[in-house]
Structures are given as structure tokens and as C-alpha cells.
């Protein structure tokens, strides 16, 4: 079976709840597509729902808003205390701190620069 959902912003209890009560877990073939803004907002701003989708093999994120303002701050975890950011990047820090980015900003800087890297890789990928 097929199943959708999107807009979990960092909720991955929640995630796990319905997928329980739908059943997902009791076939290996059944298939989720989650259509994007897997983050932001709530908990650890769904870091822990990225973890976890890039361990299953019968999920398949399709990224959204969110996900593309997080790679759009990407140089914010680039490892280097060096940065200056232009303009455009402000404003696009700004724009994903506006929309709930402030909580998932918190998370990745508990996460070790190779942690932080794989999501945003696996993001990009």
C-alpha cells in the first residue's frame, strides 16, 4: 500500500502514532511518500524525522519550502567560524528563522559537523 503525508514540522511522535494506526510497519512493502517540510517549529525541529527517514528503505521525502530554506543556510554549518555572509544569504536566513527555522537551527548545532553534513547531503541528494 501507498502513504502520504506531509507538513509533520518536526512532530515525529506524531509521525509514528499515525503510522502505527495505519499500519505501515506491518508490511515491509508498503511505501510512504512524505511531501516535504519534514522540519522546523516543534521538538528538535524534526531532525530525528530526517534520521530517520534516510535509515528506511520504503520511504521517500520529497523536499519542501522548509527544507529548501534549510539548504539555502547551508553555510551555516559549514564548519568554519570564518563566515560572512552577503546579502541574499541574510535575507535567507531571515525568511526560514520567519518561518520556524529557529528551532531546527538549534538542533543541528547539537549535532556533530558530520551529522549536520549527512543531513544536508542526504537533503541535496
Not at 518536526?10 to 502505527?20: D, E, M, R, S, V
Request: proline share 1%.
Amino acid at each position: 500500500m501507498i502513504y502520504v503525508t506531509s507538513d509533520l514540522h518536526g512532530k515525529f511522535q506524531c509521525l509514528i502514532t499515525l503510522l502505527n494506526q495505519a499500519g505501515f510497519f506491518l508490511n515491509e512493502n508498503n511505501h510512504l511518500y512524505i511531501l516535504g517540510d519534514v522540519i522546523d517549529r516543534n521538538e528538535n525541529g524534526g531532525i530525528d524525522i530526517l534520521q530517520w527517514i534516510r535509515k528506511q528503505h520504503n520511504v521517500t521525502l520529497l523536499l519542501g519550502n522548509h527544507e529548501q530554506m534549510m539548504l539555502d543556510c547551508r553555510w551555516l554549518f559549514d564548519g568554519t567560524n570564518q563566515v560572512y555572509p552577503d546579502s541574499r544569504a541574510i535575507r535567507a536566513l531571515d525568511l526560514w528563522k520567519h518561518n520556524g527555522g529557529s528551532t531546527t537551527i538549534a538542533a543541528l548545532k547539537r549535532e556533530s559537523f558530520e551529522v549536520r553534513q549527512e543531513l544536508l547531503d542526504y537533503l541535496e541528494s
